[in-house]
């Protein structure tokens, strides 16, 4: 559980930070990036899993409150 929770934070940080990360004026930056040359490509693959971890994290939370 802990490992679970280590890993989402990571990936929910992660996620946040590449939109300060990249360089949007030159596309050079991102093109070797896991999902370029494109940089809709690269901020799915960066920030997707974090956004996955955010929706199951209130998922969960809804219906636990919904009990």
């Known amino acids: ?10 990936l929910v940080a992660r996620g946040i930070a590449e939109f300060f990360i ?17 940089l809709l490509g690269v901020l799915a693959v960066h920030s997707g899993p974090g956004l996955l971890v955010l929706a199951a994290a209130i998922t969960y939370l809804l219906r636990r409150h919904a009990r």
């Open 1 to 10: 559980m802990l490992v679970g929770g280590l890993l989402a934070i990571y």
């Open 22 to 38: 990249l360089d949007y004026s030159d596309p050079s930056s991102y093109a070797q990036d896991w999902g370029g040359p494109y």
